[in-house]
T-cell receptor
Framework: AQRVTQPEKLLSVFKGAPVELKCNYS??????LFWYVQYSRQRLQLLLR??SRESIKGFTADLNKGETSFHLKKPFAQEEDSAMYYC????????????FGTGTRLTVIP | DSGVTQTPKHLITATGQRVTLRCSPR?????VYWYQQSLDQGLQFLIQ???????AKGNILERFSAQQFPDLHSELNLSSLELGDSALYFC?????????????FGEGSRLTVL
C-alpha cells in the first residue's frame, strides 16, 4: 500500500539557514512524487514534482529510491517560505489520485 | 476568478443530518477530486470524477456519495453524519482524467458536526 510519512509536524529555521523538510514513502512500484505548499490564506498548490527535476523558488527535491525518500531542500531560507508543506505520492503514471503526507509547517524566523 | 470554487466555506450541523458540499472546477478542467482532511491527518482521497463519470474511488464511506453534473460542477453528499465526519473537505480539479501531478485546489469546506 502507498504511504507518505512526514516525520516533522513543525520545523523552525532562521532566515538564511538551510532548510530540509523530510518525506519518506512506501510503495512497491515506481512512484511519482510531488511537493505541495500552502501559504497563509492561500490555496494548496503544486511546488514541484520529481519527474521535472526542477528548482522552484530555490527549492529542490531529489528522489532517493534506496532510502525511499524525497526530501525538500533549500540552501538559504527566506521569510516568505513560511508555509505548510505536503509531500504527495502517485503510485502509477496516470493514476487518478495523490496520497498526501500529514504536512510540515515551516516557520522561518527573521 | 476562474479557480476552483467550493461552497459553503463553513457548515455546522448535528449528528444524523445530511449535507451537500458543492464544487465548481477551474474553467476547462474535466476532472474533479474530493479529499477529506481531518485533524492531524493528511489529505485523504475520497473520489474522482471525469466528465461526469466516476473514475477512481478512495476511502469513501458508504454514507458519502458524489456526482458530477453536465456543467462539470460536483457535489459531495454526506449523510447520517457522525462527530468523526468533522473535517475540511477539499475539492480539486485537473484537465485530464489521469493524473499529471498538478491538482488545482479549492479553499475547502469546513464541516463541523456537533
Amino acid at each position: 500500500a502507498q504511504r507518505v510519512t512526514q516525520p516533522e509536524k513543525l520545523l523552525s529555521v532562521f532566515k538564511g539557514a538551510p532548510v530540509e523538510l523530510k518525506c519518506n514513502y512506501s510503495y512497491s512500484g515506481s512512484p511519482e512524487l510531488f511537493w505541495y505548499v500552502q501559504y497563509s490564506r492561500q490555496r494548496l498548490q503544486l511546488l514541484l514534482r520529481h519527474i521535472s527535476r526542477e528548482s522552484i523558488k530555490g527549492f529542490t527535491a531529489d528522489l532517493n529510491k534506496g532510502e525511499t525518500s524525497f526530501h525538500l531542500k533549500k540552501p538559504f531560507a527566506q521569510e516568505e517560505d513560511s508555509a505548510m508543506y505536503y509531500c504527495a505520492l502517485s503510485g502509477q503514471s496516470g493514476a487518478n489520485n495523490l496520497f498526501f503526507g500529514t504536512g510540515t509547517r515551516l516557520t522561518v524566523i527573521p | 476568478d476562474s479557480g476552483v470554487t467550493q461552497t459553503p466555506k463553513h457548515l455546522i450541523t448535528a449528528t444524523g443530518q445530511r449535507v451537500t458540499l458543492r464544487c465548481s472546477p477551474r474553467s476547462g478542467d474535466l476532472s474533479v477530486y474530493w479529499y477529506q482532511q481531518s485533524l492531524d491527518q493528511g489529505l485523504q482521497f475520497l473520489i474522482q470524477y471525469y466528465n461526469g463519470e466516476e473514475r477512481a474511488k478512495g476511502n469513501i464511506l458508504e454514507r458519502f456519495s458524489a456526482q458530477q453534473f453536465p456543467d462539470l460542477h460536483s457535489e459531495l453528499n454526506l449523510s447520517s453524519l457522525e462527530l468523526g465526519d468533522s473535517a475540511l473537505y477539499f475539492c480539486a480539479s485537473s484537465q485530464y482524467s489521469g493524473l499529471t501531478g498538478e491538482l488545482f485546489f479549492g479553499e475547502g469546506s469546513r464541516l463541523t458536526v456537533l
